[in-house]
C-alpha cells in the first residue's frame, strides 16, 4: 500500500530513550520502542509513558514516525491492561503497534480502529496467503518472518499489494523461525513469546564435531542488498537491537541511511562492527546454508591487526586500523571440537617502537598488555572504542507529546458536565457552578476553550482537548452571554484532569463476548505416526498413517489432520491438501490450525468440502486469550475446540502431552540429521521437506511463568 509523501523508511530500534534520539539524529525514518510490559525485547531497558510521550515528541519533531511493541503472546487476566495501554497510545497519538497476538490485534481493530496495527515477525507470516489473513483482519503492515529468501519476499508482495511490508535487515537472527521456537520457554520456563528469551540457541552443545554452537547464528547484514529490497517493494528496513547501545543503533542507523541514498558510506561498516557485530551473513535472502557460527556466539567486532609475537602479560601487534588506549580489543583462540574461547580485554597502555603512546595507527607495530600468551598469527580484534560513548540526552529536555481528548461540557443554570470520551470507555463529571449573565458577551466562552483545550499536570503526560460545548434546553441565556467566576472554571479544570489521569492508571474493565469451546481430546491422539505431531507433506498420505478419531456429534470414520507450522511454498501445501481431501472421500478430516495462514486455509477447504471438513487450534496458533478466541471463532467455520498455548505450564501442560519441536528452522546443517547433547538432554535434528525440526528429550515439567 503507496502512502502519499512516505518513501522507504529506515526503522531503528529505541530500546532505550537515548538509543531512541541519537537514532532520529542520525537519520532515521521511524523509532520502534517497547514498554515495560508486553515487549519482545523484556530484559531492554524500555521506556515508561511519559518517557515515550517525550520520544514521541521529539520523533515528530523531525518528522520521523514511532511505533510501540506490544509483541508478546498475552494471557486472559492481562487482556485489561492491554487495553488500557491500547487506549493510552491512541490519545498519546502514536503511529502504530507492533503486535504478535492475535487478542491485541482483535481489541485494536475493535476499539481503536484509527490506530495503526503491524503485524510483528513473530506472527510468522511468510507467504500470500499469510498476508491475505493480516489485509482482512485490517492489519497495515506485515513484518515478514526473517527466514524468507528475496524471490519469496517478491512473490508475496506482488501478490499482496495491499499492506505495506517490512523487513529486517541487520543484527541478530534467530534460529527458529519466527514466533516459533519453543526452546528458552519448555526447557527452562522463560518464553520468549513472553520476551524473556534465555537464548538456549547460544549456548554449546557435544555435537559430531564435538563441542561447538550448532543453534547460534550469524548476524544479518544485508547492507547494500536494501536497494534490492526497495525494488521489489519492500517499505521499511529494520534494524534488530533493543537490547544494544545507542553507539551501535547510532552506527547501523547512518550506514544504512547512506546504503539506501546510494551516497558514500566508508568507514561506516567498520563502526557498526566495533559497536556490536558477531560475524555477518546476508540471512535467508540467497538460502539457508552457512548460517550458523559453530564457533564462538558472541560479539567479534573487526578485525584490528594481527598478532606477531607475543610473551608474558604481552602482545605485538601488526595493526590494520587505529587502536587506542582506553579501547576494548581481544582475540578468539582454539577451543575444544569447534568451539572456541573469547578473551577480551582493555587497552591500558600501549607502546609503538620501546615508546608510549595514547593511539596506533594502521601500519605500526603495537606492544599491548594482555592477559595471557596469544599465538602468533592471531587476529586481534577490535570491540569497543573509547571515544565512541555518546552524550546521555535528558528526557526532561524534550517536549512531552500531549494525550489528545475528545471533549464534551454541558451547561445547565447550576451545574458543568465534562465527558472525555476514550477508545473504551467514557469519563464524565458533573461540578455545581455559579452562573450568571455576562456583562461581555463571549469572555466566559473563550476562557472555557482556553482553560480546557490544554493541561499539564505536574510529572504526568499533558492533556489536549478539543472541545464541544452545549446547553441543556433549561438554560435560556445563549452561550456567549454566561458568565462563570474563573475561580471555579480552574478548580473543575483541575479536579477533572486528575480524575481522568487516574482513570488513564487503572485497567480497562473488558466485556467482551465469552466465547467458549468444548475441551479438546488429549493432543497425542491427533498425532500421526512418527517423532513430529504433524505431517510435513499431504502429497503422500494415506489414512492409515493418520490418526482416526471417534468424537461426539461428529460423522465417521473421521481422520485428525494437524498441519505444520509452515511449508516452502505454502501455496503447493494447501493445493496438496485439496487434492488429499478429494481423494479419499468416505473421510471427514479434523484438520488443526498452526498459522495465521490457515485460518484462510480453512474457509478455502470449507467452501469446497463444508460436510467434510472440520477445525481445530493447535499449538502454534497461540491461542492464549478470550480475545484471540473471539477472533477465531468469527473467522473459522466448523472450529470445534482450541488448545492452549503450550509454553503456559499451569493447570495441564501440553507438551506433557506431546513431545513438539523446540526448534522449527530453515537452516540447513551438515549432516541434515544429527543429534546433539547438552547436560542430560538429548537433542534430535530432524531435516524434512526443507525444514531442520529440533526434538528435546526429556522435557520436565517447569514452574509457571
Known sequence: MSTPGRGPEILAPAGSFAAGIHALEAGADALYVGLTRFSARAFAHNVEMEELSRLLGAAHGRGARLYVTLNTVIVDEELPEVAR?????????????????????????????????????QMGIHSPDGARVLRDLGVRRAILARELALEEIAGIVEEVPELDYEVFVHGAMCYSISGMCLASGLLLGRSGNRGVCAQVCRT????????????????????ERVRELAGVGVRAFKIEGRMKSPEYVRAAVRWYRALLEGRGAEGMEEEVRAAFARPWCTGH??????????????????QAGVVVESGDGWVEVALEREVGVRDGVGVVLEGRGVRKEGVWWGVERLEVGG?????????????????????????????????????TPSPTAFPASPLHIPLALTLTPSTLTLTATLPFRTHTRTYPITLAPARTPHTTLTLIHTLLSSYAPPHHIPF???LTITSDPSLTLPLTHIFIPASELKVIRREFFSSLHDLLTHPVPLHLDPSTLPTP?????????????????????????????TLPDLPTPLL????PPTSFPEQEGLSELLALIERFPAYHFLIGLNNPA???????????????????????????????LTLLTHHIPHLLFAYPWIEDPRDQPLYQDILPPIFISRVRHTPTDMTLTQNHRTLTLLYRDGITYTIASPLEKQEPL
Open 204 to 223: 554449546w552443545q557435544e555435537g559430531p564435531r564435538g563441542e561447538g554452537y550448532y543453534f547460534s547464528m550469524r548476524d544479518l547484514a544485508a547492507g
Open 560 to 563: 485428525a489432520l494437524p498441519l
Open 285 to 302: 535472502l540467497d538460502g539457508h546454508e552457512g548460517l550458523v557460527e559453530e564457533g564462538y556466539p558472541g560479539h567479534v567486532g573487526v
Open 464 to 466: 489536549s482537548s478539543s
Open 355 to 391: 615508546r608510549a603512546r595514547t593511539t596506533a595507527r594502521s601500519g605500526e607495530c603495537a606492544r599491548i598488555p594482555a592477559p595471557r600468551p596469544v599465538p602468533a598469527g592471531t587476529p586481534l580484534r577490535l570491540v569497543a572504542r573509547h571515544d565512541a560513548t555518546l552524550p
Open 521 to 549: 481430546p488429549p493432543r497425542r491422539l491427533l498425532s500421526p505416526g512418527g517423532p513430529l505431531p504433524f505431517p510435513t507433506r499431504f502429497s503422500t498420505l494415506t489414512p492409515s498413517q493418520l490418526a482416526s478419531l
Open 85 to 121: 495501554v491500547l487506549e493510552v497510545l491512541a490519545l498519546m497519538g502514536v503511529d502504530g503497534i507492533i503486535v504478535q497476538d492475535l487478542g491485541v490485534v482483535y481489541l485494536a481493530r475493535t476499539y481503536v480502529p484509527g490506530l495503526e496495527v503491524h503485524a510483528s515477525t
Open 598 to 628: 490457515h485460518i484462510l486455509w480453512a474457509r478455502t477447504l470449507h467452501q469446497h468440502h463444508p460436510d467434510r471438513t472440520f477445525f481445530f487450534i493447535d499449538y502454534l496458533l497461540y491461542c492464549s486469550n478470550r480475545a484471540t
